[in-house]
């Protein structure tokens, strides 16, 4: 029940008046911003909203060890619409996803940007706190991290150019795929026969070369598959989807404290209906 208040509490106070708040960061703010529109216009509720922030704070006993502190994400915003740049920004569902996690947890969010293939190397050396970057749950990487809660249905899907002889994900033998480096998409890739598989540091890159005929198809997420086929003429998705997969985030293997607290951030995401919120706002119903 307090941590409800809490973080609505925060959300008002945020939304109301940032220099009221002297303690808000500017990403937390902005996602607060997006969902409380409403309330920013009642400058009482902020006051009381605050007052009863400042209290849940004092009295502590919902805050985690690390209160106050700031949460270390590391994304790859090259994934719409999971993570992506807009006016200067990384925006997203992940990104959302990632300040009401933190806001849950009474905590500043941070976003680091980099290539897919260093996210886990950074979240293992304890670089950063976790890694949210559409990232599909796999054995290999359950070596190194711990993955919270899936959070998102995904799969894999083939990107070819329209009219082309690649009709079934069994056509794929023997062709040229180009993938995004380190992601399932290279991982399945791999082990098509015969094929020969161009790694891209974007996905949007291998796309671009697929338009140029540089390459026969892209083994994507189907999301951003989506986004790129539509920005691009000429492209088409197969019906055929190559696999189904979940996301979920990644956390320092065994940091188990982490993990419960983002995967209660996540049940209470889920139950309140505010994930489904954040993805409709992202991804229009079919
Ligand atoms: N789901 C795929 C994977 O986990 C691709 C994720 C790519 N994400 C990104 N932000 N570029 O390997």
New binding site residues.
Partial sequence: MKKNMLVMAAAVCMTAVLSACSSGSTETTAAAADTSAEAAEDTTAAESAKEESAEAADAGEESTEAAGGTLIMV?????PP??YHENNEIVGI?VDIAKAIAEHMGMELEIQDMA?DS?IPAVDSGKADFAA??????PD?QQFVDFTDTYAE?A?VIIVKEGSEIATPDDLAGKTIGV?T??????YADDIQDAEVQRFN??MDAVMALTQDKIDAVI??RE?AKVFVEENEGLTILDEAFTE?E?AIAVKKGNTELLNSMNEAIKELKDSGELQAIVDKYIAAE
């Fill in positions: 994304t790859n915003a090259e994934f999971y993570e992940d897919f996210l970057a559409g990232m599909t749950v796999d990487r995904a894999q995004q380190g992601t399932t998409g290279d991982m974007k996905g994507i997420d951003p997969e996301y």
